[in-house]
């Protein structure tokens, strides 16, 4: 975070740094809304539109409702980066299989928590603060001594590239992780958003994001 002594005239995002103190799972479908009503342009509106029900759906538990053809492509083409690492995913078995095993993993509780985005015709571009509500015990292969029974904030850097057809189709995701900004919060009991509370307190954006 700046101070206002070193405040800088800009609306960058990860130069502000302007991050809520608590994790809110609805903070970033708030600003998706804000974006997607400042848009005219029929197809960014579109893409926009399918953005904003994929990723709900993701972190609302709903993996086997992504990869459906009203949303994306027969075989989509992902490349996510982890700490250095890129796991190549090509098909439609592959994916579901990465959307399941978060949802199995109970790792799909995720959202910005502050973030540059940016519409065109080939789809949409995001760097965020990505932060994750995980399990400790999820983090056994990360540099971090954590209670396997606590909750943590995961945050780090990420940018992503969401690729979509002319007719606003997914095709596919690149995200691109920053491995040395990763930092981990241990939660409080009463701050943790399971699975379960993040799918109640999203399922009135679940039911706006349609692709009308």
Request: proline share 5%; charged share 25%.
């Amino acid at each position: 975070m700046i101070t206002d002594s070193d405040a800088l005239t800009t609306a960058d995002a990860l130069t502000i740094l302007d991050v809520p103190p608590k994790f809110d799972v609805t903070h970033w479908p708030r600003n998706v809304e804000r974006h997607l009503g400042q848009t005219e342009n029929p197809l960014h509106r579109a893409i926009l539109k399918n953005y904003f029900r994929h990723l709900l759906l993701e972190v609302s538990g709903y993996w086997d409702q992504i990869i459906v053809p009203e949303l994306t492509i027969d075989e989509p083409m992902y490349r996510v980066g982890d700490r250095g690492t890129m796991q190549v995913l090509t098909g439609k078995s592959a994916v579901e299989g990465f959307y399941r095993e978060t949802f199995e993993t109970k790792t799909n509780v995720m959202g910005a928590r502050t973030m540059n985005m940016c519409v065109e015709d080939f789809g949409v571009t995001t760097e965020a603060v990505w932060t994750h509500v995980v399990p400790g015990e999820f983090l056994d292969d990360h540099d971090v001594d954590a209670d396997p029974d606590a909750h943590y904030l995961m945050n780090h850097h990420i940018f992503q590239i969401f690729a979509y057809t002319k007719d606003a189709k997914l095709i596919g995701e690149r995200i691109y992780d920053d491995a040395a900004s990763y930092t981990y919060e241990k939660l409080a009991p009463e701050d943790v958003v399971t699975p379960e509370l993040a799918r109640k307190q999203l399922a009135p954006f679940l039911e706006r994001a349609t692709l009308d």
